[in-house]
C-alpha cells in the first residue's frame, strides 16, 4: 500500500521559499511518476510539476514560470518541491500524489492519473 505523508508548509512573506517534502513508501516498483498538485477553496486541483522516480523527463505547470522545482531523493524515499519568489497566488493546499508503475509523459497534469495522495500541506503567502 503506497502512503504518502508531506510536511515542509507554512507562512511566508511575498518574495520568500519553502521547501515541501513528500515522503513515499509502499512502492512495488522503481518506476513511478509522481506529482505535486495544489488547490484553493474557489479552484480545482491543478498540476505543478511532476517527476519519475525512475528517471525521465520533468514537468511543470506554466504558471509556475521557473519559480519552483521538483526533485526527488531515492535513498529517502523523499519527493521536494523547492517554492522560491512566492507570490500570494501561490497561496494553497498542497498535495503530493502518485503514480505507479507509469513513466511521467506531457500528459502528466490529469488528477485522474493519480491514485494515491497524500494528505496536503498548507501554504500561505502575505503580502
Known amino acids: 500500500q503506497v502512503q504518502l505523508v508531506e510536511s515542509g508548509g507554512g507562512s511566508v512573506q511575498a518574495g520568500g521559499s519553502l521547501r515541501l517534502s513528500c515522503a513515499y513508501s509502499?512502492?512495488?516498483?522503481?518506476?513511478?511518476?509522481m506529482g505535486w498538485f495544489r488547490q484553493t477553496a474557489d479552484k480545482e486541483r491543478e498540476g505543478v510539476a511532476a517527476?519519475?522516480?525512475?528517471?525521465?523527463?520533468?514537468y511543470y505547470a506554466t504558471s509556475i514560470q521557473g519559480r519552483f522545482t521538483i526533485s526527488h531523493d531515492n535513498i529517502k524515499n523523499t519527493l521536494f518541491l523547492q517554492l522560491s519568489s512566492l507570490q500570494p497566488e501561490d497561496t494553497a493546499t498542497y498535495y503530493c500524489?502518485?503514480?505507479?508503475?507509469?513513466?511521467?509523459?506531457?500528459?502528466?497534469?490529469?488528477?485522474?492519473?493519480?491514485?494515491?495522495w497524500g494528505q496536503g500541506t498548507q501554504v500561505t503567502v502575505s503580502s
Open positions: 517527476i519519475g522516480t525512475g528517471g525521465g523527463a520533468i
Open positions: 500524489a502518485a503514480r505507479p508503475r507509469y513513466w511521467c509523459d506531457y500528459d502528466w497534469s490529469p488528477i485522474s492519473k493519480y491514485t494515491d
Open positions: 509502499g512502492f512495488k516498483s522503481n518506476t513511478n511518476c
